[in-house]
């Protein structure tokens, strides 16, 4: 099965809630939704007298990561949400974009399969896994931490994350070191954590300050497993190590991957404009330099259930841009087949 959907709320929904995005979502025709989960921020604030003799967990709050006697909330994490609250304690929760609509997951989740709309989520684009010890990597690790509970209540089957930019004069094999080590302790969270199946999806990028091409993907899920390669035919055009130009060179990019692959690919489109070496900039499709056709022609040859996320600027526009594409020229080679039929006849 091949399903489309946009990167976020889409830019046509009236509401700006989860609920609002995924009920639009459903409406325009599209079943793919990736939550953008960006700019958490931390509240901390003493309990209330209402609150005290409540769990952590039954505060009808945003996203509570925690509750302790002080402010530091760096240490703790959603374990402590079975204590019961005191006088004195304080809580710490996320704010900010989705988070303010966490309450309300258990039930987006039932409402997105009822309207047939697969989940997924995105972690914040800041997200450094390239080095281990330092205060960035540790805030990088605990709103991953913060993303793959959200997934996990939401039912979204892929988390999403970049790896990060490389320091200047590092070696690379010490860069490789430290992005498995840091995604072999998260994936060993995810699993002692969350109660659902997530699949790490990992996000080719583009740039001489960021690693993450596919080749650099590919060797990390070899490595670290239930990890996948998150395909973004963008930056990978803007590269330039592979052409794009026709279904062939659509086709060597998921052979690649395939070995990485089990039940479905995710995928990223956009159009994109390239400047200069290392520098590009995501387009709507129709003025990019990346041929949504060109796809298309291996798509109605495959059997693999691919998830096809626009990351363009114009969001579901270009999702149902993309959708109608597809299905003109899948429609257009059933009747060609069928003509062929018909004339054998």
């Given at each position: 099965?091949?399903?489309?959907?946009?990167?976020?709320?889409?830019?046509?929904?009236?509401?700006?809630?989860?609920?609002?995005?995924?009920?639009?979502?459903?409406?325009?025709?599209?079943?793919?939704?990736?939550?953008?989960?960006?700019?958490?921020?931390?509240?901390?604030?003493?309990?209330?007298?209402?609150?005290?003799?409540?769990?952590?967990?039954?505060?009808?709050?945003?996203?509570?990561?925690?509750?302790?006697?002080?402010?530091?909330?760096?240490?703790?994490?959603?374990?402590?949400?079975?204590?019961?609250?005191?006088?004195?304690?304080?809580?710490?929760?996320?704010?900010?974009?989705?988070?303010?609509?966490?309450?309300?997951?258990?039930?987006?989740?039932?409402?997105?399969?009822?309207?047939?709309?697969?989940?997924?989520?995105?972690?914040?684009?800041?997200?450094?896994?390239?080095?281990?010890?330092?205060?960035?990597?540790?805030?990088?690790?605990?709103?991953?931490?913060?993303?793959?509970?959200?997934?996990?209540?939401?039912?979204?089957?892929?988390?999403?994350t970049h790896l990060g930019v490389k320091e200047e004069g590092k070696d690379k094999d010490d860069i490789e070191q430290a992005v498995v080590e840091n995604l072999r302790e998260l994936r060993d969270w995810i699993t002692e954590k969350c109660e659902k199946d997530i699949k790490i999806?990992?996000?080719?990028?583009?740039?001489?300050?960021?690693?993450?091409?596919?080749?650099?993907?590919?060797?990390?899920?070899?490595?670290?497993?239930?990890?996948?390669?998150?395909?973004?035919?963008?930056?990978?055009?803007?590269?330039?190590?592979?052409?794009?130009?026709?279904?062939?060179?659509?086709?060597?990019?998921?052979?690649?991957?395939?070995?990485?692959?089990?039940?479905?690919?995710?995928?990223?489109?956009?159009?994109?404009?390239?400047?200069?070496?290392?520098?590009?900039?995501?387009?709507?499709?129709?003025?990019?330099?990346?041929?949504?056709?060109?796809?298309?022609?291996?798509?109605?040859?495959?059997?693999?259930?691919?998830?096809?996320?626009?990351?363009?600027?114009?969001?579901?526009?270009?999702?149902?841009?993309?959708?109608?594409?597809?299905?003109?020229?899948?429609?257009?080679?059933?009747?060609?087949?069928?003509?062929?039929?018909?004339?054998?006849?």
């Open positions: 099965m091949i399903r489309f959907g946009p990167s976020g709320i889409p830019l046509s929904c009236k509401g700006r809630t989860l609920e609002d995005g995924i009920e639009d979502v459903h409406k325009l025709g599209l079943n793919a939704f990736e939550v953008q989960f960006l700019r958490p921020k931390v509240r901390t604030r003493p309990v209330e007298d209402e609150e005290i003799g409540l769990k952590a967990k039954n505060v009808p709050e945003k996203f509570i990561i925690g509750v302790n006697r002080g402010r530091d909330y760096k240490e703790i994490f959603v374990e402590d949400l079975e204590k019961e609250l005191k006088r004195g304690d304080m809580i710490h929760s996320i704010t900010g974009g989705v988070a303010e609509d966490f309450y309300k997951f258990q039930r987006l989740s039932r409402l997105s399969k009822e309207l047939d709309v697969k989940m997924s989520l995105h972690t914040p684009y800041y997200i450094k896994l390239t080095e281990t010890g330092t205060e960035a990597v540790e805030k990088s690790r605990r709103h991953f931490k913060y993303g793959a509970i959200m997934a996990d209540i939401l039912d979204a089957g892929t988390i999403v999806g990992i996000e080719t990028q583009t740039g001489e300050d960021v690693y993450g091409n596919l080749d650099e993907i590919l060797e990390i899920c070899r490595q670290v497993s239930e990890t996948v390669p998150v395909i973004n035919f963008a930056h990978i055009k803007a590269e330039g190590n592979y052409s794009l130009k026709d279904e062939e060179d659509f086709a060597e990019i998921f052979h690649k991957c395939e070995n990485f692959v089990k039940d479905e690919y995710y995928v990223n489109f956009s159009g994109v404009e390239k400047r200069r070496t290392g520098e590009c900039r995501m387009t709507p499709i129709k003025r990019g330099d990346l041929n949504f056709e060109d796809l298309v022609d291996y798509l109605i040859k495959t059997e693999d259930n691919i998830t096809i996320i626009s990351t363009s600027p114009l969001k579901e526009h270009d999702a149902m841009y993309m959708k109608v594409i597809f299905e003109r020229i899948y429609s257009r080679e059933i009747g060609k087949e069928l003509r062929r039929e018909n004339k054998d006849e």
